[in-house]
């Protein structure tokens, strides 16, 4: 039984990972796709050859990844941070309120439809240990889980390079081709055939219509790309 139970939990915890991950990769590489994308095409529309376009297009791809991932750390930490600071509070009113507390559990079990006596053994259960009574507060008065310790830094790596690994795709036919408007070309189509798989892929995991999601995706890279280049011409 106890093997079952270890085994159901680590699944959990498996799973929590891994949308953490994907999570990331879609913050990172739907920005990544779309901003280097929308910046390359309205350069395009300003300057002739790709040389600048390059130099830019890396430059905001350098930044972009950078301040991508400095916000995921800075999300991953403020979570864990919230975590401790209510925690604290938990052990806090746990040791100085304990009856408030006792009422708080038993008040939870009475909400699930369990009978009065049970009510009160399996209060009294749970109360006997210190960590489990404050673990059971955390998780069903405030439905707060315990972050990942190491959530902050994996999220600032799976965001920043998502949005690097997104942003060389719309840039790469500048590294080929010198004259900018035909790199464009090129750009248009390998971003938009990306933006459709990734708009597919991600539609998948959250549960929407995939096709209507990908070509939602992949439009909206499109008009960002097209309002860049309308402005760069408008002001050339």
Do not use: C, H
């Given at each position: 039984m106890k093997s079952e139970i270890t085994s159901h939990k680590t699944h959990q915890e498996e799973h929590l990972e891994s949308s953490d991950l994907l999570?990331?990769?879609?913050?990172?590489?739907?920005?990544?796709?779309?901003?280097?994308?929308?910046?390359?095409?309205?350069?395009?529309g300003a300057v002739s050859t790709s040389g600048i376009i390059?130099?830019?297009?890396?430059?905001?791809?350098?930044?972009?990844?950078?301040?991508?991932?400095?916000?995921?750390?800075?999300?991953?930490?403020?979570?864990?941070?919230h975590?401790?600071?209510?925690?604290?509070?938990?052990?806090?009113?746990?040791?100085?309120?304990?009856?408030?507390?006792?009422?708080?559990?038993?008040?939870f079990f009475k909400s699930i439809g369990l009978s009065r006596d049970l009510q009160i053994k399996a209060t009294e259960e749970i109360a006997k240990d210190k960590k489990q009574?404050?673990?059971?507060?955390?998780?069903?008065?405030l439905g707060l889980d315990e972050p990942n310790p190491k959530r902050a830094r994996n999220s600032a790596l799976n965001i920043g390079l998502s949005y690097i690994a997104g942003g060389i795709i719309p840039l790469s036919p500048y590294f080929f081709i010198e004259a900018s408007r035909e790199a464009l070309k090129f750009s248009i189509m390998a971003t938009l055939v990306c933006l459709f798989v990734f708009g597919y892929f991600k539609s998948k995991i959250t549960g929407v219509p995939v096709i209507s999601g990908a070509f939602k995706v992949m439009l909206i890279g499109a008009m960002a790309a097209a309002a860049a280049y309308s402005v760069a011409m408008l002001f050339k």
């Open positions: 999570t990331d990769i879609v913050i990172g590489m739907s920005d990544g796709l779309t901003v280097p994308f929308a910046l390359a095409a309205g350069l395009s390059v130099i830019a297009g890396i430059a905001e791809i350098a930044a972009g990844g950078i301040a991508m991932g400095l916000g995921g750390y800075l999300a991953g930490k403020t979570e864990q941070d975590y401790d600071s209510e925690l604290k509070r938990e052990y806090d009113e746990v040791e100085n309120k304990p009856d408030v507390e006792r009422q708080e559990v038993q008040d009574w404050v673990d059971f507060m955390m998780k069903f008065e």
